[in-house]
């Protein structure tokens, strides 16, 4: 079987750890995507990754810029290979009631959670569709499904990025090229180190499953449907939150 190349963004984080290990372990050559900031602070993942026997290079890029993911794609593809599989993962969140919202606020979370997306995937879509094979999954929110108070940026980003999803699968599905959103929960990142404590534990009670979704529940969805198996699977959006929201 082919090997495919798989490109996982905001790879060192919570949920992209765990999707890089997976894609490793099931056999894909992966690279990740960190932030220059990110970059030169993570030695403990690296020696984690190492002792693990994962060679996962690492690529700087800002995501919310067009010509730093066009020269980060172009690394990737001469060092690692043409991109089969690339995974949206980059986010940040930037909570704030609307009443105090800064524009800085609002456009840090649009720029890298849903412009972030499009500057991604224009690098490689093209050679995904000349090669008739392309897996695009897009890490939305169950806060871009139901909306969550204090995220009106976030939960914008997030809907927005299913639409992206969307439109571009009736692009891909000629092509081979299939595009879907996954939707996780809350999950145990440290992410969820911003939200307060109290906050949070309304949170998971809130949550039929009555706990947070381990970066693993996640990872295996986004195996799913990147293999080629899945081709049939395009446009949809699959929801991984304990029961929190059920449509
Ligand atoms: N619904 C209705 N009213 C609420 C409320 C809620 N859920 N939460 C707070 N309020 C009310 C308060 O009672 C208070 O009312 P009064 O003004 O009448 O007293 C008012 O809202 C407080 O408003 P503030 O603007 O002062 O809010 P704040 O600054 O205290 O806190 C916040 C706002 C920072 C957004 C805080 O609510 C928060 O951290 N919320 C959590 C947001 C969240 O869930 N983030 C998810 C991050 S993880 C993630 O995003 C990953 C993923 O994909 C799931």
């Known amino acids: ?3 495919r190349t798989a490109l996982v963004t905001g790879g060192a984080g919570g949920i992209g750890t765990e999707i890089t290990r997976g894609l490793i372990k099931a056999g894909y050559k992966v690279a990740a995507t960190c932030t220059v900031i990110e970059c030169q602070r993570i030695d403990d993942w690296r ?3 190492k002792a693990e026997d994962m060679d996962i290079p690492l690529f700087e890029v800002d995501v919310t810029d067009f010509y730093s993911c066009k020269k980060m794609i172009d690394d990737v593809e001469s060092q690692v290979g043409p991109i089969d599989v690339l995974i949206n993962n980059a986010g940040i969140t930037r909570d704030s009631t609307l009443k105090k919202m800064t524009p800085e606020q609002w456009d840090a979370v649009i ?6 997306a499009f500057n991604m995937t224009r690098q490689v879509w093209p050679g995904m569709l000349d090669r008739k094979f392309g897996r695009i999954i897009n890490i939305s929110s169950i ?11 976030y939960s914008a980003s997030k809907a927005g990025l299913h639409g992206f999803t ?3 699968a009736q692009e891909g599905a000629r092509k081979g090229v299939t595009v879907n959103t996954i939707s996780p929960g809350y999950t145990a990142t440290k992410m969820m180190l911003d939200i307060p404590k109290e906050i949070l534990d309304a949170i998971i009670a809130q949550i039929p499953a009555g706990r947070l979704a381990e970066p693993i529940e996640i990872a295996r969805v986004a195996l799913f449907l990147a ?8 446009g949809a959006n699959i929801d991984v939150n304990g029961g929190q929201f059920i449509h």
Not at 111 to 116: E, P
Not at 143 to 153: D, S, V, Y
Request: glycine residues 14%.
């Open 1 to 3: 079987m082919t090997q």
């Open 47 to 49: 020696a984690a990754r």
């Open 111 to 116: 720029n890298t959670n849903l412009d972030g």
């Open 143 to 153: 806060n871009g499904r139901k909306g969550q108070f204090g995220q009106a940026n």
């Open 166 to 168: 969307m439109a571009l």
């Open 227 to 234: 293999a080629d198996d899945a081709g049939f699977i395009t």
